[in-house]
């Protein structure tokens, strides 16, 4: 498992640069779930990138914009385990998928940096749930991802765009890394109906910037 990871969060910074702000959350029966912030700006507490931490996990100043004006966030734990088919009678301990979760937004805008414990949740649920998170998938949260955020789900996106897949040794499957697109509930209601690549559509004739901590949900009438 450890060494997993350290291929993970390698293929991260490869990526991304250093985090400059990290923080973690355990919940019972689960392995422990980090969350990197990632600005471009560097290391920013100590020497692992950790600070001491406010009420939102991470080091206490905010995030800062890298070069594009946004803040990554990654998930760091996930992949250690392959997800098992919910059906399945006896899960592999090796085979299965894996992945990685990315949530990508406009720095300064909003409080996003309040999204450790949203992503930490998404992240555990493979384990807590026994879902296999896949691209075209909904996941839901029941509560805003941030404090005041008009998007309480996710769309999960297909792998590739801003992190290659994680190639591991076999019998091991790749670490996938997988954006999550923020949705209003007008928006996973009528996913539900019409389906994702619908509704990515949507997005994209209508020029939504998926980005945007404030955007309110696209028209779909």
Same mark, same amino acid.
């Given at each position: 498992m450890a060494d997993v990871l350290a291929l993970v969060e390698a293929r991260l910074l490869l990526a991304f640069g250093e985090p400059d702000a990290r923080a973690s959350v355990t919940f019972l029966g689960t392995d422990r779930i980090e969350v990197l912030r990632f600005t471009g700006a560097g290391a920013g507490g100590g020497p692992d990138? #950790? /600070?001491?931490?406010? #009420?939102?996990?991470?080091?206490? #100043? /905010?995030?800062?914009?890298? *070069?594009?004006?946004?803040?990554?966030y990654a998930t760091l734990g996930m992949s250690a385990h392959p997800m098992a088919d919910p059906t399945a009678t006896l899960a592999?301990?090796?085979? /299965?998928?894996? *992945?990685?979760?990315?949530?990508?937004?406009?720095? /300064?805008?909003?409080?996003?940096?309040?999204v450790l414990r949203p992503l930490a949740v998404l992240a555990a649920s493979p384990q807590v749930e026994g879902v296999v998170v896949a691209p075209g998938a909904s996941l839901g949260l029941g509560e805003p991802l941030w404090p005041g955020a008009p998007f309480p789900s996710v769309l999960v996106g297909e792998p590739g765009g801003l992190v290659a897949d994680l190639e591991l040794d076999e019998p091991l499957d790749p670490v996938r890394f997988l954006p999550l697109l923020p949705m209003t509930p007008n928006e996973a209601a009528w996913k539900r109906v019409h389906g994702a690549a619908a509704l990515q559509e949507r997005?994209?004739?209508?020029?939504?910037?998926?980005?945007?901590?404030?955007?309110?949900?696209?028209?779909?009438d």
């Open positions: 990138g #950790s /600070g001491p931490g406010g #009420s939102d996990g991470f080091q206490g #100043s /905010g995030p800062g914009p890298d *070069a594009e004006g946004v803040v990554r592999d301990p090796l085979r /299965g998928p894996r *992945a990685e979760l990315l949530l990508t937004v406009r720095a /300064g805008l909003a409080a996003t940096d309040q997005w994209l004739a209508r020029g939504t910037d998926l980005r945007d901590p404030l955007r309110s949900s696209v028209a779909l």
